[in-house]
């Protein structure tokens, strides 16, 4: 691509996320409150009884799992911390690989060209590495590891009410 059909290309983007993965989700939470003024934080615990449709490494996942997930807004991004608990999922092998930091970047794609945009990825050699359904959040991870150092992630982003019994807040009120 040119310099200019590259301007014109991600122009019509928008990145929605970008993901810190944690060994201490509460820890994480109380630092980027006191040093980065970023919160406050919606918690919420994925398992196989929150998430749909969870495939990791190609495989359904059948057995349990769990992982902390809790968003804070800035502006038009939302930072996502991410605590791996316990069963089959990509972020243990991460902390195990890297430790705690920069997983991934998420970019909005409706779910109308969703089909497409994966195929291109996998023309370059980018595969989907975990994939999931959150209400009507569908989410892809790809292998871009070896290209730029860390996970792309493509989702739909869809505005959803979470039960208020599903999320805490940090800080609490």
Known sequence: MTNRELREFNRKRTIRQICVVTRDIDKAMKHWVEYLGIGPWRVIAFTEKTITDFVVGGRPVTEPF???VAFADVGDI???????VYGPNIYDKFLEEKGEGLHHIKEKVGDDNMGKVLADFRKKGMEVT???LF?????YYLNTEPFVDFIYELGNCPVQTVPPEMVRSYPQE
Do not use: D, N, W
């Open 78 to 84: 939302e930072f996502e911390l991410v605590q791996p």
């Open 135 to 139: 209400k009507a959040s569908r989410h």
């Open 66 to 68: 769990k992982f902390i």
């Open 130 to 132: 975990q994939t999931g």
